[in-house]
């Protein structure tokens, strides 16, 4: 993070009354971890902040510090509305465009605060006062740490902090073996454990509290996995039916596309997930190497996100979007076959 935008970034937090930080609809460990850990770095600046989230978030990430201070905006919508019209500093974590906050982009279009955007997807909107975005960087936690680095504040990082930042790291980076995990993350990651992060706990934690009915999903996505030898791709189908016959909550297939990604040969996997309440198919899309999961997002899922690792959407059936998915595959076929 530059100097300037450090610079610019204290002027408005300390000049401002109501501050708010938000992350995007559906929150991931990166989204959970970066409000909340801003969250706590502010309280320790002396600073007063408030989270806001679009929903829920899965249950293996409610063990994290402070979650019970969030506010979502779905469930207590009369206390999210009154702090999101009253703020005068809005922070924007782990997304950059105002549509991937679902209901509450009406609210933060209309508002007179000032934006600090902090994020690492490609393409961001032009909305933020100030803007920290940087592709490179494998997830928001790593660039709260820098954005604290920049203010000079690291010494104010303390154990509940580098939990939140930590577990951000971890879960955005597939436990540090995605392409953007760098020198930098592991120097980073140096530096939350040494405040006070448990990695031991924390894995445990988020990989190793599986209910019964998640396991039994991962059996049928496992027995749903479909390759496609031609174009070095898989991909994993879920319906509704399914869902509901095991109990399915958020977060439950968190991470299954990667079972698909990791047969041998594999560069690109999907995993289509029916959702018949909003009347859409939801996408997470993998792949290894050089190959854009984020341009076929772009391009056909009103999605989008990093190079190997994007997410999206479909409004066509289930059977209809595998049909269309399939289709496309062979303008790819010289990138997935090289």
């Known amino acids: 993070m530059t100097k300037e935008l450090a610079q610019n970034a204290q002027k408005l937090i300390e000049s401002s009354k109501n501050i708010i ?115 490179s960087i494998g997830s928001t936690c790593e660039m709260v740490h820098h954005f604290i680095e920049g203010l000079g504040k690291t010494k104010l990082i303390d154990a509940d902090i580098a939990t939140l930042l930590y577990t951000g790291i971890m879960t955005d980076t597939g436990s540090f073996r995605f392409p953007s995990t760098t020198a930098t993350t592991h120097k980073v990651i140096a530096d939350l454990l040494n405040a006070g992060a448990n990695n031991a706990e924390i894995h445990q934690n988020v990989y190793d509290a599986n209910s019964m009915s998640r396991m039994k999903l991962l059996g049928i996505a496992l027995d749903n996995l479909h390759i496609l030898k031609e174009y070095n791709t898989a991909y994993i189908t879920m319906s509704q039916e399914e869902l509901d016959a095991n109990n399915f909550k958020k977060g439950d297939t968190e991470g299954f596309v990667n079972y698909a990604l990791s047969v041998t040969g594999i560069i690109f996997a999907v995993i289509f997930i029916e959702n018949k309440q909003e009347k859409i198919v939801k996408m997470s899309l993998r792949s290894k190497g050089d190959f854009s999961v984020n341009e076929v997002a772009r391009a056909y899922y009103n999605g989008g996100g990093h ?15 595998v049909k269309q998915f399939i289709s496309i595959l062979p303008q790819y076929k010289e990138a997935l076959t090289a």
């Open 307 to 321: 190079n190997n690792a994007a997410g999206g959407r479909s409004e066509l059936s289930l059977e209809e979007t």
């Open 21 to 135: 930080i938000i992350g995007h609809k559906n929150p991931d460990g990166d989204a959970v971890g970066s409000t909340l850990g801003l969250h706590f770095f502010l309280k320790n600046y002396g600073v007063e902040s408030t989270v806001v989230l679009p929903n829920d978030f899965p249950d293996f990430l409610k063990w994290m510090p402070g979650v019970d201070t969030i506010l979502n905006f779905e469930k207590q919508n009369s206390q999210s509305v009154s702090a999101l019209e009253n703020a005068d500093l809005i922070f924007t974590l782990d997304f950059n465009s105002l549509s991937r906050v679902g209901e509450m982009q009406g609210i933060l279009e209309k508002s007179d605060a000032n934006f600090i955007m902090i994020d690492h997807h490609q393409q961001p909107d032009a909305y933020a006062t100030v803007t920290y975005s940087d592709p």
